[in-house]
């Protein structure tokens, strides 16, 4: 089992940046794939970003270039780093950890952050 809690969400201007965190407990956090979701009204939630327990990173399209995942598995943390972000990056961001064990799938969620870009 994973608890999962993000932070570091607001209100910023176009072109501004945000650091959102999230912090894990309960489990090794080392051998999990963490991800980064967001949901933005009228959407479906969409994945940002992804970091794999070897550290291999992967991006959606909308955001290469600007944001950045990174995990400190000492510390039960991972982070999206997020850059000249835009209006339309306006969204609930989800953190989420997901691992396989014996064929079977274990995917925990956070409560979500609010993101807003908007001048």
């Known amino acids: 089992q994973v608890q999962l809690v993000e932070s570091g969400g607001g209100l910023v201007q176009p072109g501004g940046s945000l650091r959102l965190s999230c912090a894990a407990s309960?489990?090794?956090?080392?051998?999990?794939?963490l991800d980064w979701y967001r949901q933005a009204p009228g959407n479906e939630r969409e994945l940002v970003a992804t970091?794999?327990?070897?550290?291999?990173?992967n991006y959606a399209d909308s955001v290469k270039g600007r944001f950045t995942i990174s995990r400190d598995n000492a510390k039960n943390q991972m982070s999206l780093q997020m850059n000249s972000l835009k209006p339309e990056d306006t969204a609930v961001y989800y953190c989420?950890?997901?691992?396989?064990?014996?064929?079977?799938?274990?995917?925990?969620w956070g409560q979500g952050t609010q993101v807003t870009v908007s001048s």
């Open positions: 309960g489990s090794i956090f080392s051998s999990y794939t």
């Open positions: 970091i794999s327990s070897g550290g291999r990173t």
């Open positions: 989420k950890a997901v691992q396989s064990r014996n064929g079977i799938i274990y995917q925990y």
